[in-house]
């Protein structure tokens, strides 16, 4: 149960567990309809594994294979699919469907099996000991290029340093969050939704397990490099201010160096009587600043465009259809 307050919010997930009555597993899908068979095939034998009830969300990220079409005709009863108005990125498509799900227990999970579903018993396990968030940890990242490993290593370390609120290194979005959790991460009003860090933020008792993230079994992966850049900017600027501070700090050092340097201008001129000169180090100085200004300027612009989206205050997502069988 979820209270408000002024200025919080009450949240107690539950402290006996046996079985949830509600699982839900949310899918965010872009152009995935030749890998629904093997994804339903994976998911059914969970289901039958578990032996709890189920629900799969699926958010059909404006596809345009006709992944809802597909999804609409397949006959498992705990489907239930919502079709966005275009193609609005996986982590808006996730954010739909955290709000659309009903479960006690919520797994969010792609749709090519990378996030092997045979991970969720042992992550159920550790929900039932009193773990309200249970990280799934990539074991290794054999399958990644080079430059992804090291990019998204440096990424982890760099967001843990500046930010408050900690991201497990290789956890992915994979995770099983108690409905608790999840309430709290569907108060977050903000637009800007960097995934990984707006679901670690609630905090709440964790625990992790381990799995070997196999390679996509259809089609490729959606991502671009430029993407990721982009989503590491958005990841930094919303959680943290540090590269402001970092541009005034830069600038107080700059200017202190600048004062001292130019007592010792003077001071040489009056006591050596030293001409002034130095045409190449002055354009040094002032390409240098220069480039300082604007790149704080950078920065700057960054968090006003932060600020700026977020006052328009869209919708953050438009779900076009809806498909669910009657009530279970
Ligand atoms: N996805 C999405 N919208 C997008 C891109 C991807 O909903 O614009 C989904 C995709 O269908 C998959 C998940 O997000 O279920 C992860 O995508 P992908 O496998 O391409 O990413 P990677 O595993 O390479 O990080
Ligand atoms: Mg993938």
């Known amino acids: 149960m979820n209270v408000s307050t002024t200025t919080g919010l009450?949240?107690?997930p539950p402290e006996n567990r046996q079985n949830p009555s509600?699982?839900?597993?949310?899918?965010?899908?872009?152009?995935?309809?030749d890998g629904l068979d093997v994804l339903f095939g994976a998911i059914e034998a969970l289901r039958i594994h578990l032996g709890v009830s189920i629900e799969v969300v699926c958010i059909d990220d404006g596809s345009a294979d006709g992944t809802f079409e597909a999804l609409t005709q397949r006959q498992e009863p705990y489907i239930r699919a919502f079709r966005l108005s275009r193609n609005f990125g996986k982590e808006v498509a996730l954010s739909a469907g955290l709000d659309m799900c009903k479960g006690?227990?919520?797994?969010?999970?792609?749709?090519?099996?990378?996030?092997?579903?045979?991970?969720?018993?042992r992550m159920l396990e550790e929900w039932r000991k009193g773990h309200d968030v249970v990280f799934a940890i990539r074991r290794t990242r054999e399958h990644d290029t080079k430059a992804k490993r090291l990019s998204a290593g440096l990424f982890y370390k760099f967001f843990n340093m500046i930010s408050e609120s900690k991201i497990p290194e290789n956890a992915g979005d994979f995770r099983m969050m108690d409905r608790a959790v999840?309430?709290?991460?569907?108060?977050?009003?903000?637009?800007?939704?960097?995934?990984?860090?707006?679901?670690?933020?609630?905090?709440?008792?964790?625990?992790?397990?381990?799995?070997?993230?196999?390679?996509?079994?259809t089609g490729d992966s959606k991502w671009k490099p430029l993407g990721l850049v982009k989503l590491a900017i958005d990841g930094l600027t919303s959680f943290s201010i540090v590269p402001l501070r970092v541009a005034s700090i830069c600038g107080a050092a700059v200017s202190t160096m600048a004062f001292f340097f130019a007592l010792y201008v003077v001071a040489k001129h009056l006591l050596v009587g030293d001409p002034v000169q130095g045409y190449a180090s002055m354009i040094t100085v002032i390409a240098f600043l220069g480039?300082?200004?604007?790149?704080?300027?950078?920065?700057?612009?960054?968090?006003?465009?932060?600020?700026?989206?977020?006052s328009k205050r869209r919708p953050l997502y438009i779900i076009s259809q809806v498909h669910e069988k009657a009530e279970r």
């Open 182 to 217: 999840v309430d709290v991460i569907r108060s977050m009003p903000e637009r800007n939704r960097f995934m990984k860090g707006l679901l670690s933020w609630p905090g709440f008792s964790t625990a992790s397990v381990y799995f070997d993230r196999p390679e996509r079994h």
């Open 291 to 310: 480039g300082m200004q604007l790149m704080a300027l950078g920065v700057l612009g960054e968090y006003v465009g932060r600020i700026y989206i977020e």
């Open 104 to 121: 006690d227990v919520v797994v969010p999970i792609d749709a090519d099996l990378q996030e092997p579903p045979d991970t969720i018993p």
């Open 22 to 33: 509600l699982l839900s597993l949310v899918i965010p899908m872009y152009n995935e309809k």
């Open 10 to 12: 009450i949240c107690t």
